[in-house]
């Protein structure tokens, strides 16, 4: 019993952790309130095509990290972005190429890297833990729906900061008050799909400032279907103020804002969709460690780090390696 490990929350972070454990040889049961594996990693299936509308890419600045991207090309989950970069000023219309480096993406979508890592865990989605208790040496979660499953001797976390710290509290208390400090910020996203193409010049586009972020040529990336796929990610301040707002008002007014930004009218509006998400990046994340342990209870994720993909899957990795190392 005491080596049965739950994990809470199935993203990068989560994903990472669950497979390590698993390959040293630990019992891991991982559960997510997401229909499907990906967390901010998702991909959003339509009738017009895939749409990456978290993470858009990643890219790989330690040697053990490059040796999981390795595995994931090896294995077809993953494939370098040859697009073209660049930063765009509104005020002027000026492009300026972003720096240079190998980016990468999941294939055939962002979410074929949680998929890939999670193959041999045991994991369960649609399950939304609402309560962790701890009696003796096993703890028990409790889910949405108001059943329970128990018998762990180890329980990792994995959510966004605001969500791990209720599920803390109970169990954790000063890990609940550390975790507390970690902030993220908003951020709304739109999938759109046009009859045509648009007239930028560029793949991945920054934009320095108005709204939009950010700007990505979905279909320009490996392995995806034809078509005009673009994703626009508003800025933090933007999705803060208008982050109580319908999904359909926030597509029409970045979908204004990008019309401002070509110039040109645009193509006609295939498919037009919205996602907030709460919890995007971390605006004020934890500092000094990647991870949080102790009591038989860890935490992990994107709030340890520069919240990048790579940083969540570190995180994840180093608390699975401390656990190892705890258990023996």
Same mark, same amino acid.
């Given at each position: 019993?005491?080596?049965?490990?739950?994990?809470?929350?199935?993203?990068?972070?989560?994903?990472?952790?669950?497979?390590?454990?698993?390959?040293?040889?630990?019992?891991?049961? $991982?559960?997510?309130?997401?229909?499907?594996?990906?967390?901010?990693?998702? +991909?959003?299936?339509?009738?017009?095509?895939?749409?990456?509308?978290?993470?858009?890419?990643?890219?790989?600045?330690?040697?053990?990290?490059?040796?999981?991207?390795?595995?994931?090309?090896?294995?077809? %989950?993953?494939?370098?972005?040859?697009?073209?970069?660049?930063?765009?000023?509104?005020?002027?219309?000026?492009?300026?190429?972003?720096?240079?480096?190998?980016?990468?993406?999941?294939?055939?979508?962002?979410?074929?890297?949680?998929?890939?890592?999670?193959?041999?865990?045991?994991?369960?989605?649609?399950?939304?833990?609402?309560?962790?208790?701890?009696?003796?040496?096993?703890?028990?979660?409790?889910?949405?729906?108001?059943? +329970?499953?128990?018998?762990?001797?180890?329980?990792?976390?994995? +959510?966004?900061?605001?969500?791990?710290?209720?599920?803390?509290?109970?169990?954790?208390?000063?890990?609940? $008050?550390?975790?507390?400090?970690?902030?993220?910020?908003?951020?709304?996203?739109?999938?759109?799909?046009?009859?045509?193409?648009?007239?930028?010049?560029?793949?991945?586009?920054?934009?320095?400032?108005?709204?939009?972020?950010?700007? %990505?040529?979905?279909?320009?990336?490996?392995?995806?279907? %034809?078509?005009?796929?673009?994703?626009?990610?508003?800025?933090?301040?933007?999705?803060?103020?208008?982050?109580? &707002?319908?999904?359909?008002?926030? $597509?029409?007014?970045?979908?204004?804002?990008?019309?401002?930004?070509?110039?040109?009218?645009?193509?006609?509006?295939?498919?037009?969709?919205?996602? &907030?998400?709460?919890?995007?990046?971390?605006?004020?994340?934890?500092?000094?460690?990647?991870?949080?342990?102790?009591?038989?209870?860890?935490?992990?994720?994107?709030?340890?780090? %520069?919240?990048?993909?790579?940083?969540?899957?570190?995180?994840?990795?180093?608390?699975?390696?401390?656990?190892?190392?705890?258990?023996?």
């Amino acid at each position: 019993m005491a080596e049965r490990i739950a994990i809470v929350g199935a993203g990068i972070a989560g994903a990472a952790c669950a497979r390590y454990l698993l390959e040293a040889g630990r019992e891991v049961s $991982a559960f997510d309130k997401g229909r499907g594996a990906g967390g901010r990693t998702s +991909t959003r299936r339509t009738d017009h095509g895939r749409f990456d509308h978290g993470a858009q890419y990643f890219t790989a600045r330690s040697e053990r990290f490059q040796a999981q991207v390795d595995d994931w090309l090896t294995a077809g %989950a993953a494939a370098p972005w040859h697009g073209r970069f660049c930063k765009l000023d509104p005020a002027t219309g000026d492009l300026m190429a972003a720096p240079e480096g190998v980016r990468y993406v999941g294939t055939p979508g962002m979410n074929a890297l949680v998929k890939d890592l999670l193959v041999p865990v045991d994991t369960r989605f649609g399950a939304r833990v609402v309560g962790i208790e701890r009696a003796a040496d096993a703890f028990t979660l409790t889910f949405a729906d108001g059943t +329970t499953t128990g018998g762990f001797g180890r329980i990792v976390v994995a +959510t966004p900061a605001p969500q791990a710290v209720p599920l803390l509290s109970a169990v954790a208390p000063s890990l609940a $008050a550390a975790v507390d400090g970690i902030a993220h910020s908003p951020c709304w996203a739109v999938m759109a799909s046009f009859s045509g193409d648009i007239q930028l010049a560029g793949d991945g586009i920054k934009v320095a400032g108005g709204p939009l972020d950010w700007l %990505a040529r979905d279909s320009a990336k490996p392995q995806r279907t %034809a078509g005009s796929r673009w994703v626009l990610h508003a800025t933090p301040a933007w999705s803060i103020e208008h982050l109580e &707002r319908e999904p359909s008002d926030v $597509a029409a007014r970045l979908l204004a804002a990008l019309q401002d930004l070509v110039g040109d009218d645009l193509p006609s509006v295939h498919h037009i969709a919205a996602h &907030r998400w709460r919890f995007a990046r971390p605006s004020a994340p934890h500092l000094g460690s990647t991870y949080l342990l102790e009591t038989g209870v860890g935490v992990c994720g994107d709030g340890f780090g %520069a919240g990048r993909v790579e940083a969540a899957w570190t995180s994840g990795r180093d608390l699975a390696s401390a656990l190892v190392a705890e258990l023996g």
